[in-house]
């Protein structure tokens, strides 16, 4: 990549672990200032590459479809692409209007889509990847907690839609982790084993091998397994 391209585009991105950067910004729902007006839910800020493109018209179709879904798991969403508001508001009537995606039709966009023609908060993000374009934003999603914290960063091609189950069961995954201090195997879904950190000693992990718990099966020290049904993560989890 030459060095134009680089200053064109690109600035420090944010990592896992990371407070989200703040910004303040002009949706379709109106002024929003970020992340202060989202305190206390789950964001999902993601960009997408351009208003009027067809990948990108079944992504919003289909997460529109789920804006329920995600407000049950207190968590907010929020689009961007390197458009005018008047682009996203024409695109989004335009959806409503004409479009049909796997049976979803006469879809309304409800959650706020940035307006982003400057590339600030673009940029900010590092949403702009020139290899890619330099001109529009990347597939990136990033999940914010309510503490305005990156808890994971996924980030697809232009040519590529995102799996939207796949984004509702990392959400799900890391409120799972947080609510029960356990972390989540491959392919784990609510209902499935979870697992037991690793011992932090040479005692616990005796006790793990030796012991014979119930509500626990290991098969080695550092692999232990334990039961976690749906009820009692959605009992937790779900906003009441
Ligand atoms: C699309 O959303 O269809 C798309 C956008 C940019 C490049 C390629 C495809």
């Known amino acids: 990549m030459s060095e134009h391209l680089h200053e064109c585009c690109v600035s420090a991105m944010p990592r896992i672990g990371d407070r989200a950067p703040s910004f303040k910004a002009i949706t379709t729902q109106g002024e929003i200032n970020f992340p202060e007006d989202y305190a206390g839910s ?31 798991l207190n968590c907010k969403l929020l689009g961007l692409s390197i458009d005018s508001i008047y682009g996203h508001i024409a695109w989004l009537r335009t959806i409503k209007e004409k479009i049909e995606y796997r049976g979803m039709k006469d879809v309304e966009v409800n959650f706020p889509v940035i307006e982003d023609i400057t590339m600030e908060v673009a940029k900010k993000y590092g949403m702009l990847q020139p290899g890619e374009s330099t001109t529009k934003a990347v597939r990136a999603v990033f999940v914010i907690d309510p503490k305005g914290v990156i808890r994971a960063i996924i980030y697809y091609p232009l040519s590529v839609g995102r799996n939207f189950d796949e984004i509702k069961r990392l959400l799900i995954a890391l409120q799972t982790t947080d609510a029960f201090g356990v972390a989540t195997p491959a392919d784990w879904r609510p209902g499935d084993d979870v697992i037991v950190p690793p011992p932090g000693s040479c005692g616990v992990a005796k006790e793990r091998v030796e012991s014979k718990r119930e509500d626990m099966v290991c098969y080695d020290w550092f692999f232990c397994l334990k039961k976690l049904s749906k009820e009692e993560i959605f009992d937790r989890i779900l906003k009441k």
Not at 55 to 62: D, K, M, S, W
């Open 42 to 72: 789950w964001v999902i800020l993601f960009s997408h590459p351009a208003d009027f493109t067809p990948v990108c018209t079944t992504e919003f179709i289909t997460f529109a479809s789920m804006m329920d879904e995600f407000a049950k």
